[in-house]
Structures are given as structure tokens and as C-alpha cells.
């Protein structure tokens, strides 16, 4: 049987808000397989986004464990927290977090150049993800120069650009109008389909989840519910 | 891309980047500057002091300081040696210093003043302009005249234009005299009581190829026979100026006072006002007649190519002395005579002239030499405090500065820190991270430097050689009416280092704090 891409053992997480300790995370377990399309909801502060940045490497469990690809990341060492983040997963983000200086086009080559890619090799893959999310117009504009819905497809094409295992995101459609962010998803879910690429979103609008193929849904910090859509 | 990302977020907050520019700019033109004008106090200073006793001096008595009242302590027939120690390797030039205590007077003595009288010698072949160079650069002819070198020097009054009739100076020098004894005055304006001085070589001017040829006579510095050169304070004191004659009493070696009148043949003004007031200069000749000591020195500066050469210069020369037994020091002194033959008791001891072969046991030939570090052990101290200043000036630049560019850095990062955030999550590592904003330091370092060199350096360049006049200000702080900063390569690169040095702690700080930020919190940054 294929290892589960993603797998946490009792994840918990414990914050100190000043003197008070705030448990983010109570005892998560979670499986996602290879090509899975995962939605966690939950209302907001429910620990979506704690979860999502322990299995994205981004913050370390208080308790339990997490692995990727089979490797228990909870015990790496920074730099292989920073080489896992990019060679194996993808990030997107609420407010997309563009690097504003760098034209689109050059956003989506960062991950490339931290990657150590080739120049040739780089232009090559840029173009690529650029055709994939219908950015070609654009791809010499900054951030400021574009709509919401082209800087998300910017940051999809970002996280994809380095062919990743995993794509996290983290309330994608929430800075975006409806209409767009269904476009979004709907661009999230062709690549799904057709890239075997697996997803694993955090939202708490109801209308989107249509899009997700499996529901995890959290409740102060633990999983209430679990199922195929 | 790294550096494109690092110009284009300097760009993007451009604001700061400049605010950052000037502040490390604004430190380096200041430590520039401090620096500049530090070297050129010190330098200043050296020069005054290697300018009267040159790098290395060798002297007559080798135990104890040159004393001008002792005219015992002569190196006799010093040109043999002078030669010797001109043509060492490292030495530019020699030349002969002969002091002498004397009484300075005009308006047949209603007006006098003790000074310190000094034949100076040329060096033959190296002429060295840097031989009292303060005196030499700020000779003028006339009072209140703008000082200056190569000012034009007329043909003065003859020596038969010398007043006549001078008063019986020798109550005078009687009062002032610490010799006890009894004495005759003697007058080299007319006939000598001890008879005609011995022959010699017609004073000239030794040049390359072996040529001799005749001192020019309107050569400033240093005076002909027959001419004094004097301060502007003293002339003033004295009320006389270029051109008018005074009168020069003093000892000879035997105690007897002698006079002679001499044509005041220009005015100098240094910036140490102490120097003017005690110091007259004569033709080295002319001392040696004064003081009865024909062919015979006090004193044979070296000039080296490098001061620091000076210690083995010296060491070169006290072996020459050693092994060479009497090395310039050929007998007595060409002019002195016995007692017995002159009738004159010497007021006190014998004269050195007669056994300078002996050698003293401090020094090989009964000479002592030194090198301008010994000369000037007191003073140096002097420097070093100067150095202490500049250090802690530039301590104290850099600290300010390096707040403020710190500071400015650190808003600049931080301000970025959901970018820095993104990036990190994206893969970019700490170290990585700390790099771009090090980076970015360096760029504002380097751009503060660049513009603090194109706006301090010219102007201090453009500064003339005489330097900045300062007037009471500069006298106030005891640094002169003139400031003259000098720009070094090395205090270029001590600013560049400091300004270099501010931006990449602050831009290290800055990413040190960035290293320790975890990647959630830089994200939820706004």
C-alpha cells in the first residue's frame, strides 16, 4: 500500500498568549493520500491554520508527530524544515504574499533560483505554469498592477512551479469575490484532476466546499468530523 | 535575482535607503574629516619637530642634552663626518645646527631680547628643504607681508652699512653671563683680539657631479654671513624690521663676550609662538665665528626618506662611530686656541675641542645619537593623545550613526517581515534570509561611503598647502591659526572601514532578529 503523503499522530499545539496558554491543537490525527483534495473547515480560530502550517513545516507540534512523505518532519532540522518546504510542498496563501518588487513572472521563478534550477531550465518551467493559470498577459506586471484574482493565480503558479507532492493553502478564496474564487478553485481542481497534484486547503465558506473531494472539519482545536464529500 | 530583489527593495522604500545612505554617509565624512585633520596636526607637529632636529641628530656630549650655554659640547672639523653620514643608504640629506645663547639688540641696546641663535648649514648636495621647513615656508622680507617661500630677497646694506660705534655691550652680557671670570669683548665687526680666523674652504655650494658653486645671495634660508634671520614677534618686539640691522651678543667658547651687527635679512612666523620668541637664525659660519669655533658644530641633523628608518640609521652610525675611532672628529677644533696663546682664561673647564678623540661611555666618539623618537619622547606623548581623540571620536560616530542606521535597517526589514515570511516558507533558508538583509546593509554601506568620498575628498584636496586659516579659533583650541587636514589612504579606508563597519553590525542586527523570528509570526506581520 502507497505511504500516505501526509500523516499526524496526536498532533497537539500549545501557544502562551502572554500568561495564558491557548491549545490550538488538541490530539489532531489526519491522514492525506497521494492526490487527495482536502478541505478543513472549521469558524475561525479553530486551529485551521495551525494545522496547516505543522504539516507545511512552518511551525514545529507541541506534542505528537507529523510526516511527509514517510519522514517524521517534526524532528528536522531547519534546513531540512526549508528543503522539504521547497522541493515538496507549495504554499498559497490568504492575502497571496507576493514578493512586491519582482514582476509576476519573476515571483513564480523564486522557488526556481532557492531550488538552484538552471537559467534555461527555469525560463522553460516559468512559461510553463504561466500558460497553465493564463497569465501570459501579465507576466511582466508587479503585484500593485494586478487584480486579486491574477495575484492568486500568480501564488498557485508559485507553489506549483517547483512540481510539488503537496499544495497547501490557506484560505485561498478569502481576499478574493466569489466569482474569482471559484475560478480559483476551479483552477486548484483541474490541476488535481489532471496533475495528480495534491491539495489540502483550509476555508470556512461553506460554498466553496463543493470543490473538495474530502471535508475535515475542526472545532477548538480538534477534529470533529471526517468524510468524503 | 538575489541582487535585483536586494536593489529593488532598496528602491521600493527608497525613503529609508536614503535616510540610511546619508546616516552612514554623514558618519564617514565626519571620521574623514576628523581624521584628516588629526594627520594633519600630528603630521604638522612632526614635521616641527623632525624640521629642528631632523630624524636622526647626532651631538656633541654623550651624556647629557645639548646645552646652548655650553659651548665645550662641538663636534670639531664636523664636515668630514657630516659627509660620511649624508652618504649612508636611507638618508636624504645632513646638515649642521650650531646654537648659541645670545642677546638680540637694537637702538644700541635701549632695546634687547635673550634669544637662541642658530647657524644653520645647508646640505650640500640635498639642500633639504624640510631643515626647519616652518621657518623656511613662512619667511617673508617685509612685516605683515603674506608669509610665503620664495618671497624676493634683495641685496640687504653691505656690512659697512652695519652701525658703528656699537656701545660697550659687555655690561650687558656681564649681567646675563653665568660664567664667572673676567672677559674682553670682542667685536667681529672690525679686528679680531685673537687674531685672523684660520683659513677654510670659501663656503659654497656643493652640487651633483662634485661641482662647487657659490651659495646664491638671494637665498632666503639660510641667511649669508652678515644677515639674521628673525620672527615677526621679535621684530616686533624689538621694533625692527627686513633690512634694518641689529646686533647679535653672545659668548665665545672662552667665555669672552663677542658682538657682531648683522642685517636683518627676513621675518618668519610659525604657528608656535614660543619658537618665534627664542629663535634667530644666522649662516653657520657665522656661529662658528661667534663662538670661536672654527669648523666645528653643536649638532649634524639627518634627514631620512622614511622616519621610520630612523632607529637603524642611528644604529648604523654608532657603529660607524665605534669602528671607526674618532670618526669626524679628526683634533681639536680648527679655531679654538690655548689659553696660553690667546691670553684668555676659559671662564669654566677646558674646551672639548682639545680630547673630543676620547670617547664618552655612553656613546662611541663622545657623540651622542638619537633618533627624533628619542629627541622627542615628551611630545610624542602629545600624539598619542591626538590618536586617543580620534579614536574616541570615531567610537562615538559610530555608535550614533550606527543607531540610527540600526534603526532605519531594522523598520526597513520589519516592514517586510511577511515578505521575509513568504520567503521562508517558501523555502528560503535562515541563513539565506540574514544574507539578503546583510546584503542590503552592504549596498547602503557602499553607497554612504561612495557619496561621503565624492563630497569630503575634493574639498580636502582643494585645501592649499598652507592650509586653513583658523584664526583665534584654532589658537583657542591650541591647534595653530591654520588647520592643515591631510587625506591618507589609510584614513579613507578607516572611515570606509567605519562606515562599511556601522551598516553591516546594524544590517546584522537587523538580520539576526529576522533569524530568530519564526516563520508564523513574520506572516501574520502586516
Not at chain 2, 105 to 133: H, I, Y
Not at chain 2, 145 to 172: K, N, R, V
Not at chain 2, 493 to 507: P, S
Request: proline share 5%.
Amino acid at each position: 500500500m502507497q505511504e500516505p503523503i501526509v500523516r499526524t499522530e496526536a498532533v497537539e499545539k500549545t501557544y502562551l498568549l502572554g500568561k495564558t496558554e491557548v491549545r490550538a491543537l488538541r490530539g489532531v490525527d489526519l491522514t492525506i493520500e497521494q492526490g487527495d483534495f482536502v478541505s478543513v473547515m472549521g469558524p475561525s480560530g479553530c486551529g485551521k491554520t495551525t494545522l496547516l502550517n505543522l504539516i507545511g513545516c512552518i511551525d514545529r507540534p507541541t506534542a505528537g508527530r507529523v510526516f511527509f512523505d514517510g519522514h517524521d518532519v517534526s524532528s528536522f532540522s531547519d534546513d531540512q524544515e526549508a528543503d522539504t518546504r521547497l522541493s515538496g510542498m507549495g504554499f498559497i496563501f490568504q492575502s497571496f504574499n507576493l514578493v512586491p518588487v519582482l514582476t509576476a513572472a519573476q515571483n513564480i521563478e523564486f522557488p526556481l533560483i532557492l531550488a538552484k534550477r538552471k537559467r534555461s531550465e527555469r525560463r522553460k518551467r516559468v512559461d510553463s505554469v504561466i500558460e497553465m493559470v493564463g497569465l501570459e498577459d501579465v507576466r511582466d506586471h508587479r503585484p500593485d498592477e494586478l487584480s486579486g484574482g491574477q495575484r492568486q493565480r500568480v501564488a498557485i503558479a508559485r507553489a506549483l512551479v517547483n512540481e510539488p507532492r503537496l499544495v497547501i493553502a490557506d484560505e485561498p478564496t478569502a481576499n478574493l469575490d466569489s466569482e474569482t474564487g471559484e475560478a480559483v478553485l476551479s483552477a486548484m481542481a483541474r490541476l488535481n484532476y489532471e496533475d495528480g497534484v495534491s491539495f489540502l486547503f483550509s476555508t470556512h465558506d461553506e460554498r466553496i466546499v463543493s470543490y473538495a473531494r474530502r471535508i475535515v472539519r475542526l472545532r477548538d482545536g480538534a477534529v470533529v468530523g471526517e468524510g468524503a464529500r | 535575482m538575489i541582487l535585483e530583489l536586494v536593489a529593488r527593495s532598496l528602491v521600493r522604500h527608497r525613503g529609508r535607503t536614503l535616510l540610511a545612505v546619508v546616516a552612514v554617509a554623514l558618519s564617514v565624512m565626519a571620521v574623514i574629516l576628523v581624521s584628516a585633520l588629526v594627520d594633519g596636526l600630528e603630521g604638522g607637529f612632526l614635521e616641527q619637530l623632525t624640521g629642528r632636529s631632523g630624524h636622526v641628530r647626532i651631538q656633541a656630549g654623550a651624556e647629557h642634552e645639548l646645552d646652548a650655554y655650553s659651548l665645550e659640547d662641538v663636534i670639531p672639523e664636523y664636515s668630514a663626518l657630516r659627509d660620511r653620514v649624508a652618504e649612508l643608504p636611507r638618508v636624504r640629506a645632513a646638515g649642521a645646527l650650531f646654537q648659541l645663547e645670545a642677546l638680540l639688540l637694537v637702538e644700541e641696546g635701549r632695546r634687547n631680547f635673550p634669544v637662541v641663535a642658530t647657524g644653520v648649514e645647508l646640505d650640500p648636495e640635498g639642500r633639504p628643504r624640510d631643515l626647519l621647513a616652518e621657518v623656511r615656508r613662512s619667511l617673508t622680507t617685509e612685516p605683515g607681508q603674506e608669509p610665503g617661500d620664495g618671497a624676493d630677497f634683495g641685496e640687504g646694506p653691505s656690512q659697512a652699512d652695519a652701525p658703528e660705534d656699537l656701545p660697550p655691550y659687555g655690561d650687558l652680557l656681564e649681567a646675563r653671563s653665568p660664567r664667572e671670570g673676567s672677559f674682553r669683548l670682542r667685536s667681529l665687526d672690525g679686528d679680531s683680539p685673537y687674531g685672523e680666523a684660520p683659513d677654510r674652504e670659501t663656503p659654497g655650494v656643493e652640487v651633483a657631479g662634485g661641482q662647487t658653486a657659490a651659495r646664491s645671495s638671494a637665498a632666503p634660508f639660510p641667511p649669508d654671513e652678515g644677515a639674521i634671520v628673525i620672527s615677526q614677534r621679535v621684530a616686533d618686539l624689538l621694533e625692527v624690521s627686513a633690512d634694518e640691522p641689529v646686533v647679535l651678543l653672545s659668548e665665545d667658547v672662552t667665555g669672552a663676550p663677542v658682538y657682531r651687527s648683522l642685517r636683518v635679512a627676513a621675518l618668519f612666523q610659525t604657528d608656535d609662538p614660543d619658537f618665534d620668541r627664542t629663535s634667530v637664525f644666522l649662516a653657520h659660519e657665522t656661529a662658528e665665528e661667534m663662538a670661536y669655533q672654527y669648523g666645528a658644530t653643536r649638532q649634524i641633523a639627518l634627514f631620512l626618506d622614511d622616519r621610520a628608518d630612523a632607529l637603524a640609521v642611528a644604529e648604523r652610525i654608532r657603529e660607524m662611530l665605534a669602528n671607526t675611532p674618532g670618526a669626524g672628529l679628526g683634533g681639536p677644533a680648527v679655531g679654538i686656541v690655548s689659553p696660553e696663546r690667546s691670553g684668555v682664561e676659559p671662564a669654566s673647564g677646558e674646551g672639548r675641542g682639545a680630547d673630543n678623540s676620547s670617547e664618552s661611555p655612553g656613546e662611541p666618539g663622545g657623540l651622542r645619537v638619537r633618533t627624533w623618537e628619542q629627541i622627542h619622547e615628551g611630545f610624542l606623548v602629545t600624539l598619542e593623545l591626538f590618536d586617543l581623540v580620534r579614536v574616541l571620536i570615531v567610537a562615538l560616530m559610530v555608535v550614533v550613526a550606527g543607531g540610527t542606521i540600526a534603526n532605519t535597517i531594522l523598520m526597513s526589514v520589519f516592514d517586510r517581515a511577511q515578505e521575509f515570511g513568504t520567503m521562508r516558507a517558501i523555502g528560503l533558508k535562515r541563513r539565506a534570509a540574514f544574507g539578503l538583509v546583510v546584503a542590503e546593509g552592504a549596498v547602503v554601506a557602499l553607497a554612504g561611503v561612495t557619496l561621503a568620498t565624492i563630497l569630503t575628498v575634493p574639498v580636502l584636496l582643494a585645501v592649499p598647502e598652507g592650509g586653513v586659516y583658523v584664526g583665534e579659533v584654532g589658537v583657542a583650541f591650541g591647534v595653530g591659526e591654520r588647520l592643515r587636514p591631510v587625506l591618507t589612504l589609510s584614513s579613507w579606508l578607516t572611515a570606509a572601514g567605519a562606515g562599511l563597519g556601522v551598516a553591516l553590525v546594524g544590517a546584522g542586527y537587523a538580520g539576526y532578529l529576522l533569524w530568530r523570528s519564526p516563520i508564523t509570526s513574520l506572516l501574520r506581520e502586516e
